[in-house]
């Protein structure tokens, strides 16, 4: 599963270049693979450098960055590292999102902020009124009946 996500990652900015009409030549169809080879490198280079290391599963991070990406708001971003209990991994995240989505690292820097600012993240998710995303609710829920 994870081979395909990154196959169509790998092909969507190929695909996009060709279909509109067919005008897109050979050499744009390249380009844009180019491109894709120059951001992965980039993204394969920020995250080793974060880590200390050149072994990781970029695969496996590109794939994250999907996920991530559809955190689009601060409070999504919020439960999310609020419900992980630790935001040490939060550097190789947003490195994700640079790369996948820039538009959502907002979002994500105002989600840490509350966090790490919050004498007890569990509040930020447990107390009354609180907005949980869909996706959340059942873990939410689990949190915060054994606090």
Known sequence: MR???LLVLLLVP???ACSDGGAASPATAVDA???EDEGTAA????VAAELGTDTFDLAALQAAAGVDCQRTDAGAWTVQLALSGD???SAVTRIGLEHACPDVVAAFDAGVAAVEAAPDPLALVCAP???IPAEAEMQVDLVCARR
């Not at 993204?43 to 920020?46: E, K, L, P, S």
């Open 3 to 5: 081979a395909f996500l």
């Open 14 to 16: 190929t695909v996009s």
């Open 33 to 35: 693979a180019h491109q």
């Open 43 to 46: 993204w394969r280079a920020a």
């Open 87 to 89: 935001t040490a991994t």
């Open 129 to 131: 009124g609180v907005e």
